[in-house]
């Protein structure tokens, strides 16, 4: 709908500076300027010229109110301004890039319009060689009504193409580039690479299959005598003629890689001659038409039964000729007898039928196209027959073989034909690639494209039944014009002379041969100078003019590939292949955008429907495997390798493109439908929350956490790294991006794929809960938390870390999450590393969902943990059958299908040991030396050491090392029986009475101990001996982590039962579940 706009005029100072201003900036660098609060914003041609703004708008009055943000939001009257002065670099001269860095020239306005900028080059690169030298042959062996059908289904596809491409072109400005530009814009770097890749390859084939058209018109029809290669046996005359095409082809594309390379100007001027060439061909054609409707040409055709006769050989169309009252065997009689006596002996055939001559071109009017309309497919080598001729049959052995009949090449079948016709219709991107030299591109290109094709597909369709209406059949048949004295087949119906359609048709296919070459490269430089193709990026280069030299030395390399093939109805096909991928994915783009309805989607072209793009897409799709679907699967294969090269390796750009905007669609409908619950056992998988720590530099302390991430998630599901940074956000900006890109940028290193959240909070310990409870969205939230064990914790300076750890612990198991704590994370392996042996060991004290069964199967799946073994560890108590225990579990990892070596380790119930005594001693001193005094740092250090030292002299002491001795059994029993139950009943009183006696020699502090903490300390010094007899050289050992104690003053003191649980051990991953099943025996 229209809108409308009022404009009111506002007095400043330093109007009058506007121009002044503008030119001194037109001349300078332009930098980008942050808004006034140090927000970044988005790079714009139109809105980042800071200084530009500040002259015309800082020294006025009027909008004082928002001078603040004139830096990034400038004036609407200086955006107009830029809007009305900006200009679009024409395609061939200096490049944007470049100009960019150079002063700025004066470059006039384009000035074509829609006749000149778009109908005619379309008309130009769409009318072409086949239409020449195939569409007769394609009428007489499809029919009239099947060439209809091939002729309108190329035409179809290509209209549709056209609606989808206009309205593209005129979603916004179309630099140079055209359906390169197109496509990578709408659906991607990826798909735009590949496709421009593809319509490149498909360009580059062009010019090969324009230039083997040039010289079959000048090897078969205007010089037979200029071939190198002679035919000198019989049936050699292919092999001659595909030698001719490599030998003059190579010469050709070496003499027109150089007329492009010295001046490209001369190419586009002389691309008018070329046009006209092509239209006085088009209008001789249906002048030649209409005169045979009451004037027919003499071409007439020698029949020998129903076969046609290729009159190269002969000139006289008889057996024997009367002179002078004598008979006289002309030289056909020679050609299939063996002498010229009238009693010589003649091929069977010959002998059989008689000989006749036929007008070729009966005329309009002559009724031909009742016979023309059906097919007259044949096999290869067989020859030309007229159907409704009669022809008595010959003996079978005579031999065909150098008989001057009229073969046929190659096998014809209707799918076969598509793929010849094809390129035919190619040439609708010109206008498109030219939009930078158009008046009014968002106007011309839907008008100027449309007609062209309109009018091409009128001049193809009308050409068919005025093809098959004049002509005779076998005439139509015969592809090189052999039985009209090798004469273009074409150019007998043409008016006036034969030659007008021989030369037009020459200087044609030689000009369309030359706009490939001009075209190809500079397609493939844009390509390159995108960065999108690392592997091409050095034919982004050129001549100081911009001329893309290496890439046209590939291009006439390419080419030459095609002319090395030598025969047109090969390389045909293969181009078909890449411009179908290409109009396919022109209509992908123009579907994909009209469905998603993104705001920037507003075309100014509206005839266009999601349906018409799915239609052309599909068509397209169709006659790629109508034309050849080997061809078509190997062009697939080509554009998918690109596609994943530059997935993998390419440069990552944002282009807003509509592939973006369906992964966002697919995203939230996916979101949507994933229900906000927990789900189901079975599709239980842990997503991870992984907390990292970061230094003042903003860099990750512990990058092996994203190391063991990778390994465990090998990219599935989903994973959130995030981390803390302490302080207000409005301050904390800058520090927050470098955060989130460091971390980015270490978890591109170590393969991690998920997502970073850094959150800014006034305290590290609310952050982490701010994480825990919001990091994902909807049902895409984590169930799992993943931390490092805090090293540091028993350091006085770092007094709080244990505090937000334990609570840490308490809030995920508040949040019903797991909890994984990886300990001595530095010491864990890489990703580049490999384990060639050893053991993943698991301690399954108590049952929490089966988290401890599930993550080695998980780590097993990648390479580093892939060679080591599974152990399961469980502890038996005094009352447990071991035997059965063991049974039982092996069954229950059976039906969990794991492979596992299980064993059950009894644990006997020994006396508190003085080394138990001695740590939970410590522990408490400790405990209470730091709640009750308030010591300076450097006593607080001091103390702590004076800990530290104690600690070690009691590790040190004979008492203690024979205390964990009797701790740890030398033997473990795996069974009880009776006689040993009963002895170990004496065992314990024996030891109850010396620990009754030993209770007069304990120190008299140890009295004062909170048994609890006592209790809990003997579990860990036992448990910690049992797990460091069995698992001490173990690659892994995971074990269940004990939950915090319920009373929070005992956090300091839960850290020191973690630490003595896993002392010795090199590699730890401590396991808290979430408290619901992870893991099912079911399917």
Known sequence: MPTSFTVVPVEAQGGERDGQQREEEDEGDERDRGTGDGTARESSPFINRAEFDRGNTYEGKNMALFEEEMDSNPMVSSLLNKLANYTNLTQGVVEHEADEDSKRKEVKGPQMGTFIGVYLPCLQNILGVILFLRLTWIVGTAGVLQSFIIVFMCCACTMLTAISMSAIATNGVVPAGGSYYMISRSLGPEFGGAVGLCFYLGTTFAGAMYILGTIEILLT???????????????????????????????????????????????????????????????????????????????????????????????????????NNKTKTTPLWRLFCDSSLLNATCDDYFSLNNVTEIQGIPGIMSGVLTDNLWSAYSEKGSIVEKKDQPS?????????????????????????????????????????????????????????????????????????????????????????????????????????????????????????????????????????????????????????????????????????????????DSVAPILSMFFLMCYMFVNLACAVQTLLQTPNWRPRFKYYHWTLSFLGMSLCLALMFICSWYYALIAMLIAGCIYKYIEYRGAEKEWGDGIRGLSLNAARYALLRVEDGPPHTKNWRPQLLVLLNLDNEQLVKHPRLLSFTSQLKAGKGLTIVGSVLQGIYLDKCTETQKAEENVKALMGVEKTKGFCQIVVSPNFRDGISYLIQSAGLGGMKHNTVLMAWPQSWKQTENRFSWKN???????????????????????????????????????????????????????????????????????????????????????????????????????????????????????????QMLKQMQLSKNEREREAQLIHDRNTASHSAPAVEASVAAAVPEKVQMTWTKEKFVAEKHKNKDSNVSGFKDIFNMKPEWGNLNQSNVRRMHTAVKLNGVVLNKSQHAQLVLLNMPGPPKNRKGDENYMEFLEVLTEGLDRVLLVRGSGREVITIYS
């Open 221 to 323: 029809y205007i010089s037979p005598s200029a071939a190198i290669f002679k035919v000198e046996d019989v049936g050699e005359e292919t092999e001659a003629m595909l030698n001719n095409m490599r030998v003059y082809g190579t010469c050709i594309i070496i003499l027109m890689a150089v007329v492009v390379f010295v001046g490209v100007k001369y190419v586009n001027k002389l691309a008018l001659v070329f046009l006209a060439c092509v239209i006085l061909s088009i209008i001789a054609i249906y002048a030649g038409a209409i005169k045979t409707a009451f004037d027919p040409p003499d071409f007439p055709i020698c029949l020998l039964g129903n076969r046609t006769l290729s009159k190269r050989s002969f000139d006289v169309c008889a057996k024997f000729t009367e002179s």
């Open 392 to 568: 008595v049959a010959g003996s079978e052995e005579s031999k065909m073989g150098g008989l001057p009949y009229v073969f046929t090449d190659i096998m014809t079948y209707f799918t076969m034909l598509v793929g010849i016709y094809f390129p035919s219709v190619t040439g609708i991107m010109a206008g498109s690639n030219r939009s930078g030299d158009l008046k009014d591109a968002q106007k011309s290109i839907p008008t100027g494209t449309i007609l062209a094709i309109s009018t091409t597909s009128f001049i193809y369709l009308s050409c068919i039944v005025l093809f098959g209406a004049c002509i005779e059949g076998v005439i139509l048949r015969d592809k090189f014009g052999e039985a009209v004295n090798g004469n273009l087949v074409v150019g007998t119906l043409a008016w006036p002379s034969p030659w007008v359609i021989v030369i037009g048709s020459f200087f044609s296919t030689c000009g369309a041969g030359l706009q490939s070459l001009t075209g190809a490269p500079r397609l493939l430089q844009a390509i390159a100078r995108d960065g999108i193709v690392p592997f091409i990026q050095i034919f982004g280069h050129g001549k100081a003019n911009g001329e893309p030299t290496w890439a046209l030395l590939l291009t006439a390399g390419i080419c030459e590939i095609g002319i090395l093939i030598a025969s047109l």
């Open 805 to 927: 750890f334990v609570d840490t612990v308490r809030e995920t198991t508040a949040a019903q999450q797991a909890l994984l704590v990886a300990k001595n994370i530095d010491l864990f392996p890489t990703n580049q590393e490999r384990f060639t042996e050893g053991n993943i060991d698991v301690w399954w004290i108590v049952h929490d969902g089966g988290m401890l069964m599930l993550l080695p199967f998980l780590l097993r799946q990648h390479k580093v943990w892939r060679k080591c073994k599974m152990r399961i560890f469980t502890v038996a108590q005094m009352d447990d059958n071991s035997i059965q225990m063991k049974k039982d579990l092996q069954m229950f990892l059976y039906h969990l299908r794991l492979n596992a070596q299980v064993e059950v380790v009894e644990m006997f119930e020994n006396d508190i040991s003085a080394f138990t005594y001695e740590k939970t001693l410590m522990m408490e001193q400790r405990s």
